[in-house]
């Protein structure tokens, strides 16, 4: 199993800065890839950004490209979502996943997080 643990949500005005983190535990030879979702009240959850175990490959959604940054600490275990030029529309509980090849699909990832709180301020 791995336990993953997130970190540095909160509450931010439009246009403001915020960074996720979430650091894995347990058998960490299981997280090649580490990323994020989101999902927002009534809607479904959505891919936000992976990447792989080098941090060579990273994947966004469209819809935060050139926004959002994701990295990976060279202990492989840690991975940051940093996140600028937010948005009323990014207000959403951020989820931190692993699994075992890189994917923008839910279904792919058997690791997730409890989720943490962004909220974003018009």
């Known amino acids: 199993q791995v336990q993953l643990v997130e970190s540095g949500g909160g509450l931010v005005q439009a246009g403001g800065s915020l960074r996720l983190s979430c650091t894995a535990s347990?058998?960490?030879?299981?997280?090649?890839?580490m990323g994020w979702f989101r999902q927002a009240p009534g809607k479904e959850r959505e891919f936000v950004a992976v990447?792989?175990?080098?941090?060579?490959?990273?994947y966004y959604a469209d819809s935060v490209k050139g926004r959002f940054t994701i990295s990976r600490e060279k202990d492989k275990l840690t991975v940051y979502l940093q996140m600028n030029s937010l948005k009323p529309e990014d207000t959403a509980v951020y989820y931190c996943?692993?699994?075992?090849?890189?994917?923008?699909?839910?279904?792919?990832?058997?690791?997730w997080g409890q989720g943490t709180q962004v909220t974003v301020s018009s």
């Open positions: 990447i792989n175990y080098s941090g060579g490959i990273t």
């Open positions: 347990g058998r960490t030879r299981n997280t090649y890839a």
């Open positions: 996943n692993a699994g075992s090849r890189l994917s923008k699909t839910y279904d792919e990832y058997d690791y």
